[in-house]
Every structure is written in structure tokens, then in C-alpha cells.
């Protein structure tokens, strides 16, 4: 039989009580290394040649920071992989990471960056944690 403190820490959390809250996509602004508003929270944002500067971005941009949002009850090993993938208006994966083994508390946010994709045009984000998923649509195009 294990330890009683184990027994309980088994029973406080388990995979199945978290899920992928939110999925957000960012630009990486290239003079000041800061981050842009979440752009699939923000559909006013005119992502119009990012790559330059143009429309709603501050600075040039041309790599995306996309986060998945978890939420549980607590600090828990999380067993269940989180994978995020991107594709493009095709569908073909331009992008997938899987990450196993993490540990998580109320609010973990885990990401991956997508390089040279300020011109993109559709892409289509999706983060999944067992049953759980969220998906969003961002439009990055680029023409004069």
C-alpha cells in the first residue's frame, strides 16, 4: 500500500481535470523583441504586411509566438501530451509540438514559434490536451 501522503496526492489531481483554455497567436515585434496583442482576441487588428510594419502592427514582424493556455485545480504532472498544431489555408502542418511530461498549476502556458510567416495569409491554430481542444484562425497577409 503507498504512504498515506500519496495516496492523497493521487487523488487531488488528475489529467482529466484540465483542459486547453485558450489558444492565442502573437507577433514578435523585431526592434523591440516585445510581443504583440493576442491577434485571434483582437479581430480589429489589421495584420495587413506585418512583415513591414504596415497595418495595425507597431513594428516589423514576421514570427509568431503561438501559446496554448491550460487550467486545472493545481499543481499536477501531467501525464496527457499537449500538442499544438499549425496549418495553412491547405491544411498542410506547417508547425506541431507535442510536449509530455509537464507539470502544471492553475495556469500553464506552453508555445511554439513559427518563423517567417508574416505573409502566411490563413493559418489555422489548434492546441489539443486529451479530450480537450481549442482552435482559432488568424489571417497574416501581405500584398501592396
Request: aromatic residues 4%.
Amino acid at each position: 500500500m503507498a504512504p498515506i501522503a500519496q495516496q492523497a496526492y493521487a487523488q487531488e489531481h488528475r489529467d482529466a481535470d484540465f483542459r486547453v483554455s485558450d489558444i492565442e497567436a502573437r507577433l514578435l515585434y523585431e526592434q523591440t523583441g516585445t510581443l504583440s496583442v493576442d491577434l485571434s482576441d483582437h479581430p480589429e487588428f489589421a495584420a495587413w504586411n506585418t512583415i513591414i510594419g504596415a497595418g495595425s502592427a507597431l513594428e516589423n514582424a514576421n514570427d509568431l509566438l503561438v501559446s496554448a493556455v491550460i487550467e486545472g485545480p493545481g499543481q499536477h504532472n501531467l501525464e496527457t501530451p499537449l500538442v499544438i498544431t499549425v496549418r495553412d489555408a491547405d491544411g498542410k502542418t506547417i508547425a506541431t509540438r507535442t510536449v509530455a511530461g509537464m507539470l502544471t498549476e492553475t495556469k500553464t502556458v506552453r508555445s511554439i514559434i513559427l518563423y517567417d510567416v508574416g505573409c502566411a495569409g490563413l493559418l489555422s491554430l489548434e492546441a489539443r490536451l486529451g479530450r480537450s481542444m481549442r482552435a482559432e484562425e488568424i489571417w497574416l497577409p501581405c500584398g501592396e
